[in-house]
């Protein structure tokens, strides 16, 4: 467990380098508690499942340590974007699958799996992009409004009225958590989620420029006969994803440089 502590927003730093939209209305629809309360449920009955199978790598293990120091790099630089960050309790696990995949759950539940890195080949620099990425999307609350917006039309509740505090979806996240792991963004959710996370590992002092290499890799593994591609098959890549990135990795060039002479 990572540490944390206080209040609430998804709203978009004034000092922020890189540039994306507001966040949707339609996220309060789902109270950020109860989804996140959902999520810690559903992580803990994740991490049970993978003890008993005897694929949670140890915190002692180097890969899990590794991804522990990233992390705790990252996490500093998260409350700006979303204040709720503060009262999380981060936890990130290591689980032994050939599946090229990784995820940030709703209240910062960060799970990773060893294919991701064994298969990509993956740096410090490059983890540090997935995992910026992935925590952005808990910080811009994209799973809340993504099933905020499967539930008004699956249970046919009036978004107007909602939005007037007619109603409670409240009662709905614990069953929605179940969801979490099967969500599909949207891209301009995932746009939002490479800036946010670009500039967060940045000012964390890992190099912007790896943004541009994981991705190139992610499209080689697309094309290749590797099997397990989950990550690939909800973040798909593509040259205008590279190219956005590429069009903002000097925004925040200037960050990395002074994080890395702190060091």
Known sequence: ???????????????????????????????????????????AELIEQAKAKGVLVPASNAQSQRLQRIASALIPHTYAWNERARQWSWAVALIRSDDVN????????IAFFTGIIDKLKLTDDEIAMIMGHEMAHALREHSREQLAKNSATSIGISLGAQLLGLGDMGNYAARLGGQLLSLRFS?????????????????????PNASVTLWQKMGNATGSSANGLAFLSTHPSGPERIRELQRNVPRVQALYQAARAQR
């Not at 990784?102 to 539940?109: D, E, H, L, N, Y």
């Not at 301009?188 to 190099?207: C, H, P």
């Open 187 to 207: 891209r301009n959710d995932e746009s939002d989620a490479d800036l946010v996370g670009l500039e967060i590992a940045a000012r964390a002092g890992y190099n």
């Open 1 to 43: 467990m990572l540490g944390g502590v206080a209040a609430a927003s998804a709203a978009m730093p004034a000092w922020a380098q890189v540039e994306v939209g507001e966040a949707s209305r339609l996220r309060h629809l789902i109270p950020a508690q109860e989804l996140e309360t959902a999520a810690e449920q559903q992580y």
């Open 102 to 109: 990784a995820f940030c759950m709703p209240g910062g539940k």
